[in-house]
């Protein structure tokens, strides 16, 4: 019987393809690896304007670079994000320590959450500086499609931070169900340590010293 740890078997085995991008969690980072792509290259390509009563090129939301420049830093980092991911979860089930698997899981369990909040932050950000915004001299189709799919990062991270959080629960679980108290474990060929002290085979029994006791014939 093989055991498993963190949703894959330990003994290993050839990369299956097929399987492995049918996966909810390789579906769901290829989107948000795509959603990011579209944030950040519709950002650096059409998010800077140079509106004729300025001199310099501002952020097409209400001229604030900082919301651009938060968007395109956690488009980026998403970006590298899932393929960093993506090629640890094609390479897990080759990974045979259990530690190594929990390390990988606790980790994209806690980079799906961060970004999460950081894509609704952004999310929040862009519209509330689009609200504010003249649209004049603004490629409205670009903001808008930036503003949809940072709220389409906030779904796909979500989903990831509940595949891994469910991931991790069924690792610590499988964990506890395989642990055996060692005492308890009667396949073990050797035999558990006595608990007990046992009063040694040859005991003084003799009556008090200095007593004569006649021999018997």
């Known amino acids: 019987m093989q055991s498993n740890a963190y949703g894959a078997s330990l003994a290993g085995g050839a990369f299956d393809f097929e399987s492995f991008v049918k996966k909810p969690q390789t579906i769901l980072r290829f989107l948000s ?4 792509i579209v944030v950040f290259a519709s950002i650096t390509a ?3 304007i140079n509106p004729h009563t300025e001199g310099g090129t501002k952020c097409m939301f209400n001229s604030n670079d900082s919301a651009c420049s938060y968007a395109v830093g956690i488009g980026i980092l998403a970006f590298l994000g899932c393929v960093i ?3 640890l979860d094609a390479y897990f089930p080759n990974i045979s320590n259990a530690k190594e698997r929990k390390y990988i899981v606790v980790g994209d369990l806690s980079f799906s959450g961060a970004w999460t909040f950081l894509w609704f932050i ?3 950000v862009l519209t509330n500086q ?3 915004t003249d649209v004049e001299f603004v490629k409205a189709d670009a903001a808008r499609a930036v503003i949809a799919f940072s709220f389409f990062s906030i779904v796909t991270w979500a989903l990831l931070s509940y595949f891994a959080l469910g991931r991790y629960r069924q690792g610590v679980s499988e964990f506890n169900q395989d642990y055996t108290d060692p005492a308890q474990d ?4 050797y035999p558990p340590a006595p608990s007990n002290y046992q009063q040694a085979p040859f005991t003084n029994n003799q009556g008090p010293q200095g007593e004569y006791r006649p ?3």
Do not use: Q
């Open 130 to 132: 689009w609200t504010k």
């Open 33 to 36: 690896w795509v959603f990011s």
């Open 122 to 124: 952004c999310f929040c």
């Open 186 to 189: 009667h396949s073990s060929p």
């Open 85 to 87: 991911f993506l090629l």
């Open 46 to 48: 059409e998010g800077y």
């Open 215 to 217: 021999p018997t014939y």
